[in-house]
Nanobody
C-alpha cells in the first residue's frame, strides 16, 4: 500500500521545538522529492519545505531559518524540525511526495499525500 504517515505532532509551548516525521511505504522513497505543507485553521495550504532525492532543501519564506528538513532514504523517512515555535505555527502538517520540484499548494498536484499531524503551539 502506497502511503505516507506523519507523526510527532502535539502541543508545544511558544519558543519550543518539535520534530515531525514522515514515514513512507509502498513506493521507492528515494525516487521522490518529499514536501511539507501545512494548513492553518481557516486558511488554505501553505508550502513549507522540500527536500530533493539527494538532499537539497528549499523553504517557504515564512519559515526560513526556523525549519529544517532532512531525509534518510534507507529508512524511508523524512523529518521536519521546527524551532522557535510561535502560535502562528499552529496547523495541521502534511508530507507529500512528487517526482518533480513544485511549490504547489493543492493536494492533487502531489502524487502521494499523507493524512497529517497536528501541531498546537500554546502556553
Amino acid at each position: 500500500q502506497v502511503q505516507l504517515v506523519e507523526s510527532g505532532g502535539g502541543v508545544v509551548q511558544p519558543g519550543g521545538s518539535l520534530t515531525l516525521s514522515c514515514t513512507a511505504s509502498g513506493f521507492t522513497f528515494r525516487d521522490y522529492w518529499i514536501y511539507w505543507l501545512r494548513q492553518i485553521p481557516g486558511e488554505g495550504l501553505e508550502w513549507v519545505s522540500a527536500i530533493s532525492t539527494f538532499g537539497a532543501t528549499s523553504y517557504g519564506d515564512g519559515v526560513q531559518g526556523r525549519f529544517s528538513v532532512s531525509r534518510d532514504n534507507d529508512r524511508n523517512e523524512a523529518l521536519l524540525q521546527i524551532n522557535s515555535l510561535t502560535s502562528e505555527d499552529t496547523a495541521d502538517y502534511y508530507c507529500a511526495a512528487e517526482k518533480r520540484f513544485t511549490t504547489a499548494t493543492r493536494t492533487f498536484e502531489y502524487e502521494i499525500w499523507g493524512r497529517g499531524t497536528q501541531v498546537i503551539v500554546s502556553p
